[in-house]
């Protein structure tokens, strides 16, 4: 499936990027070809194949509903961009 | 002392013939004469090295050393390590100070082994060849006008400079064992889940997983040995015991089953690479192997799989990265959407893009069933061929990589030639199995790698393979002029 400029400016916008023109573009040209190669998959009978869920048959495990880790707001936010009485700061939402 | 094995280290480290502070000294100056033109680290951290050896020093002296106290190691930079920045090979995180070890950080902490620093990589390890880190491409030892392979080509790259005793990597596609390949080295992607991914910056969750890269299989086995094993803090970790990997090293390989996948040996393979790999073979037969022919049909959709699994996955892994709590913030940002957008958009490499677009898309509405459900489906058919085949073999070989290492460049702007460089590695990742590569004959003085592919949690039947050959043949010893 080919990508033009404005498919690329959509998914773009989904992933949230930043992109200008020219880039868009490029992507089209580039996604479109990665699309080719993942196409050969269309030749392939899956009629009663079941998805993959895991290697090894595995399921989630669950672990009793606990704290396990001491508050550490402090040193995880001494590496943010900016913050405020232990509030991450962004640009305003609200009015 | 940096042409020694960690065996032989540990031992001379036992005897005191020199410390592990000398040691540990010795692989700094080298990486300050050599990386500022290989630039395999991206971190070097020589302070906190010399008081870890200074460290391993006194547990030396008290007799309380473990195998891998006082031996310099190194880190891909995607293991998070506390107080030394962990940049993914990214600028999204070039200031990034984690603020915890990765289990697989600290469990060779606690075996005693010395950081020297944090090696580049392709940026969140979407790369084969080490060129899309923002750091600038790693130059493969061997020849420095070509890639060392990737995405972990930093790790490899430093241990066949002898930069390092060995490193860690990590392979999600093929990124232990092919820069492993093409830098001539050892390296092992283990079991889905036999090493915690907790610390490990995601990529594709379902694929990734931690492994040691080293000198030689007995080297690798002693990492291995250290890094592997259950963690509560990965969801995904195996509770299986970790056998012990040195003790199986020797065992005789008469009458091992060798299969080697007709599809492995087709088209596209360059024909002196599959000479030398044809060649350590013939020493597995005279070792007492025998050899047979096998299919594994759907080998062949691997990478079309794997480009629509990884990226999927990627592109949900990569969210996180929103310019709030941690990694790049655009400058001003006009509002909390612009914010976003340029943060990511400034933070993010061409392939990284590349790669969350890809996913977006495969996984927006009305496109899910067709490309994600049919490829999680036909992952199990190529699951499904390696079970069938384990029942008439007992390890698979084939090449790591269908040529030698390529020139820096030449395939940089095509995304889809790049992705063919592990047409041979990924199948391993999208079955979970475990997978080796090791040096064989050299091609024009380049490397060439042996893929070993071994049923679930055989990581001791893959080193052990290794090691026989490592014990007949000196291909692991060879060392790029210069780095001697």
């Known amino acids: 499936m080919a990508l033009d400029q404005s498919d690329v400016e959509k998914i773009a916008h989904l992933a949230r990027l930043a992109l200008p023109a020219a880039a868009c573009t490029r992507y089209a040209h580039d996604l479109s070809n990665i699309l080719a190669l993942v196409a050969q998959m269309d030749a392939v009978d899956t009629a009663g194949v079941a998805p993959m869920a895991h290697p090894l048959h595995q399921t989630q495990r669950l672990r009793p509903d606990v704290p396990t880790e001491p508050d550490q707001r402090a040193h995880f936010q001494s590496i943010a961009p900016q913050t405020d009485g232990g509030l991450y700061l962004v640009p305003r939402v609200i009015e | 002392m940096h042409e020694q094995t960690i065996l032989a280290l540990a031992e001379d480290l036992r005897a005191r013939r020199y410390s592990s502070v000398e040691l540990t000294r ?72 984690a603020p915890y070890d990765a289990t697989v950080v600290e469990r060779l902490a606690t075996a005693g082994a010395v950081v020297l620093g944090k090696t580049n990589m392709d940026e969140f390890a979407m790369g084969s060849s080490n060129e899309t880190s923002w750091y600038g491409p790693v130059r493969n030892p061997w020849d420095h006008t070509r890639v060392p392979g990737g995405s972990s080509g930093g790790s490899a790259a430093a241990i ?48 990734d997983q931690a492994g040691p890269m080293a000198r030689s299989a007995a080297d690798a086995a002693l990492l291995l040995q ?25 065992q005789d390989l008469a009458g091992l089953r060798i299969g080697l996948p007709k599809e492995y040996f087709g088209d596209g393979l360059d024909a002196r690479t599959a000479a030398s790999i044809d060649g350590a073979i013939r020493e597995y037969e ?32 990569l969210a996180r990265f929103d310019g709030v709590r941690y990694g790049h913030r655009c400058q001003s940002p006009a509002d909390l959407e612009d914010l976003y957008q340029r943060s990511r958009a400034e933070g993010f490499g061409p392939e990284v893009q590349r790669r969350i ?20 489906k036909i992952r199990h058919l190529i699951a499904d061929d390696f079970k069938r085949a384990f029942t008439r073999v007992d390890v698979i070989m084939g090449p790591s990589s269908p040529t030698t290492a390529f020139p820096i460049g030449a395939k940089r702007d095509d995304p889809v030639a790049m992705y063919l460089s592990d047409i041979y590695t990924i199948a391993a990742n999208l079955a979970g199995l475990p997978g080796m590569s090791i040096p064989v004959a050299p091609v024009d003085g380049l490397p060439v ?36």
């Not at chain 2, 008081?51 to 002296?61: E, N, P, T, V």
């Not at chain 2, 977006?360 to 496109?367: E, F, K, Q």
């Not at chain 2, 039947?461 to 014990?471: E, G, P, S, T, Y």
């Open chain 2, 26 to 97: 010795h692989y700094l100056e080298r990486i300050a004469r050599l990386n500022p033109d290989l630039n395999a680290f991206i971190t070097v951290a020589a302070e906190p090295a010399l008081a870890a050896a200074g460290r391993a020093d006194a547990a030396l002296a008290a007799g309380t050393a473990e195998p891998l106290t006082g031996i310099p190691i190194a880190h891909k930079d995607i293991f998070c390590t506390r107080g030394l920045r962990t940049s993914c090979g990214s600028r999204m995180l070039d200031t990034f100070i």
């Open chain 2, 160 to 207: 066949a400079a002898r930069l390092c005793a060995a490193a860690t990597g990590t392979d999600t596609g093929g990124s232990i064992r092919q820069p492993a390949a093409l830098c001539g080295i050892t390296g092992i992607k283990p079991t889905y889940g036999r090493c915690s991914r907790w610390g490990m910056i995601a990529f594709a969750s379902s694929l």
């Open chain 2, 226 to 250: 250290a890094m592997a094993g259950f963690d509560p803090r990965d969801s995904t970790s195996i509770d299986t015991p970790v056998p012990d990997y040195t003790a199986g090293l020797n």
């Open chain 2, 286 to 317: 005279q070792l007492g192997a025998r050899v047979s022919e096998i299919s594994l049909p759907n080998s062949p959709l691997s990478v079309p799989v794997y480009y629509v699994v990884a990226p999927a996955e990627c592109s949900s892994n």
């Open chain 2, 357 to 376: 677009m890809i996913g977006t898309y495969v996984l927006s509405a009305g496109y899910y069933d067709a490309y994600y459900l049919k490829a999680q």
């Open chain 2, 449 to 484: 790698g042996l893929q070993i592919i071994g049923n679930y949690f055989e990581e001791g039947r893959l080193l052990n393979v290794a090691h026989r050959l490592q014990q007949e043949t000196h291909w692991h010893c060879a060392v790029p002029t210069g780095c001697a």
